[in-house]
């Protein structure tokens, strides 16, 4: 049976009853209150429709998750969840918007949510006595606001889009920063990198004194065509993420507003630290990931509001 075959693809009702399971695996809990006495059902009323036991409050699975108060049915939510998680380099609101049959606005706002829900928040630092953590920078694109050059007038690294990622134990861990420079890249480390791990980076000046700070530090020198250490250490996890993320920005999504981006990070990284697993499983971990992130939704309107179609992609 193919994929698309699956009730919850194309049922409201099945939707329904399958994001109750990923989200509810023992039963309903009360978004308002959190009781998980077994609520009144008012499905004849509307579909998933519930009433708490103790705080007599309606709600729905949907409640307190991105695909609150969303016009589009919860079908199509899993639907496009689905085609995110499975194509490696990403899907453009434009193919959302072909595929889903609905308006390429509300794609781009549904595929900006699945996004939200992708996020990893509050993960605890990584590495520690005897690990190491690959780090390594990236630019691309161009940043709106160009504010430096080069002496040649040749755009330099500033005038493009950086992005900082860490890789530990094959799991990713990717930040927009405004500028990748020492004091940034400092405090993404100090926040998300234990002291005892050894860092692996490249012979940047970035990492020199930094590195120092940590159980160890070793470097590849790309400089002298290593693309491997002498004590084996690489970048090379990093250099394959950068090169798929790269793809995905330049082939399907063509640019992206910069104000968007950490939210297209968290869509690589997701993908990226799930590769192992099925497309299913990815899909439902990024369904599991909707709950909790209803605030967002706002600020995307907000965001969206400021600067409307930011992808250039129309196929
Ligand atoms: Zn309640």
Redesign the pocket.
């Known amino acids: 049976m193919s994929i698309l075959n699956k009730r919850y693809f194309t049922s409201e009702k099945a939707a329904f009853k399958h994001l109750e399971a990923v989200l509810w695996p023992d039963g309903p809990v ?1 978004p ?4 998980c006495a077994q609520p009144y059902d008012l499905a004849k009323t509307r579909l998933g429709l519930k009433k ?1 036991r ?4 309606q709600f729905t699975v949907r409640v307190g998750t991105v695909y609150e108060s969303s016009h589009i049915p919860l079908h199509k939510w899993l639907q496009a969840t689905y085609l995110i998680c499975s194509s490696k380099k990403g899907i453009s609101a434009h193919q959302l918007h072909r595929i889903l049959d609905i308006t390429y606005k509300s794609a781009w706002f549904m595929a900006h949510r699945i996004r939200e829900a992708m996020k990893d928040g509050g993960l605890p630092p990584m590495g520690g006595e005897g690990e190491h953590v690959q780090v390594d920078e990236t630019y691309f694109g161009k940043k709106e606001v160009v504010t430096k050059r080069t002496k040649r007038g040749k755009p330099s690294h500033s005038s493009k889009m950086s992005v900082v990622s860490l890789i530990g134990e094959g799991k990713a861990r990717t930040f927009h920063v405004d500028r990748a420079d020492i004091p940034t890249v400092k405090a993404i480390l100090a926040k998300n990198v234990k002291q005892e791990t050894a860092l692996h980076t490249d012979e940047s000046y970035l990492y020199k004194n930094i590195g120092k700070q940590y159980g160890d530090h070793k470097t590849v020198k790309h400089t002298a065509g290593e693309y491997v250490g002498t004590e084996g250490q690489h970048i090379n996890s990093c250099e394959n993420y950068f090169s798929i993320f790269k793809r995905g920005m330049k082939g399907v999504y063509q640019h992206c507003n910069e104000r968007h981006l950490q939210r297209y990070l968290a869509e690589f990284d997701h993908r990226y630290n799930t590769r192992d697993l099925k497309d299913c499983e990815r899909t439902e971990l990024a369904l599991k990931g909707a709950v909790g992130k209803r605030l967002t939704y706002r600020v995307i309107d907000t965001e969206e509001k400021m600067n409307p179609f930011n992808e250039l992609s129309t196929y």
């Open positions: 009360c308002k209150c959190g009781s708490c103790d705080c007599k409050k």
